[in-house]
């Protein structure tokens, strides 16, 4: 009933920039908070940051300072711009959104299928 959709991933040298966007859509009714998270190979999924639906962020320490996330809520879409990548940063980025459906009131936890990152020179 609800997809979210990731895009803006790719390859990039260390010292670049990427800005990952999500756009959620399907049977919304609200949407509370989103974030992102990434998981690099034979590592857990770790969170990168998050933002609540009035704004609120927070990051975790290996970003601070170089990653933001913002979002558009009138378009469902969180945004993640990173800048200043490092080949540590190298994962598949993955969206995460807490949403009540229009069709049952309830509220779920929505996770896109994610999109690669790779800081290579």
């Known amino acids: 009933q609800v997809q979210l959709v990731e895009s803006g991933g790719g390859l990039v040298q260390p010292g670049g920039s990427l800005k990952l966007s999500c756009a959620a859509s399907?049977?919304?009714?609200?949407?509370?908070?989103m974030g992102w998270y990434r998981q690099a190979p034979g590592k857990q999924r770790e969170l990168v940051a998050t933002?609540?639906?009035?704004?609120?962020?927070n990051y975790a320490d290996s970003v601070k300072g170089r990653f933001t996330i913002s979002r558009d809520n009138a378009k469902n879409t969180v945004y993640l711009q990173m800048n200043s990548l490092k080949p540590g940063d190298t994962a598949v980025y993955y969206c995460?959104?807490?949403?009540?459906?229009?069709?049952?009131?309830?509220?779920?936890?929505?996770w896109g299928r994610g999109t690669q990152v790779t800081v290579s020179s």
């Open positions: 995460n959104a807490a949403i009540r459906l229009r069709s049952t009131m309830r509220m779920e936890d929505y």
């Open positions: 399907g049977s919304i009714f609200t949407i509370y908070g």
């Open positions: 933002i609540t639906s009035g704004g609120s962020t």
